[in-house]
């Protein structure tokens, strides 16, 4: 029902065999602690770290205004800009950009993901080259306080997680003020119009207009 191809080529994926021993990718995310122990061990040569709990890779640059809280490991070549928020249990790859008042935790980033102006991801796993546009919000919590379900057409998949935002596949491009409702999953290479209110499953390489009209992408 849910091939992890449909989302991610695993190319920039910060954690090695990331999707081993799951069945679906937001399995993962109750792991990312034990995860990032894992990355310090066999790889803390290539790491710094400059607070505590919080590592960094080469040529990464951190503004004096941003605030990061540990744990959290970031790659090469990152930037995390003024007034960025890193809220701990991060695992980010190469090339990441984090933004004027993004918040980010709980979640893996693949590399060369941009979270530039104003955007909240939690809970969540955002695949190689995934954008956010201004404003875009990654929900994490219903608002009845029930556990998050993830809907495929008429199947709904008990996700048991009562925090679970988002899966972006590879190259997704989020519009402007949009929000990805809690248990969304976008597959690799889709476009998510500004101002819209994500829900449910989003098939790879599709324009989702609103939540009643996708249309296939079709690149020039």
Known sequence: M??????????????SNLFADVQYPWEVLPRIPE???????????????????VWVGEGTTVA??????????????????????????????????????????????????????FNYVGDSILGLGAHLGAGCIVSNFK???????VRIGDTVIETGLRKFGAI???????????VLNPGTLVGAGSLIYPLTSARGYIPPRMICKSREEMVPYRSK
């Open 143 to 149: 608002s009845t306080k029930e556990p998050v379900k």
């Open 168 to 178: 972006v596949g590879d190259g997704v491009e989020v519009g402007c003020n949009s």
């Open 2 to 15: 849910i091939k992890l191809e449909d989302f991610f080529s695993l190319e920039g994926c910060p954690v």
């Open 35 to 53: 995860l990032l122990e894992r990355l310090l061990e066999e790889e803390r040569s290539a790491y710094k770290e400059i607070a505590p709990g």
């Open 64 to 117: 004096d205004t941003a605030r990061l809280f540990g744990p959290a490991v970031f790659g090469r070549n990152c930037e995390i800009r003024p007034g960025a928020y890193v809220r701990g249990n991060v695992i980010a790859g190469d090339g990441i950009v984090l933004g004027n008042s993004s918040e980010v935790k709980q979640a893996i980033l693949f590399s060369k993901v941009q979270l530039p102006h």
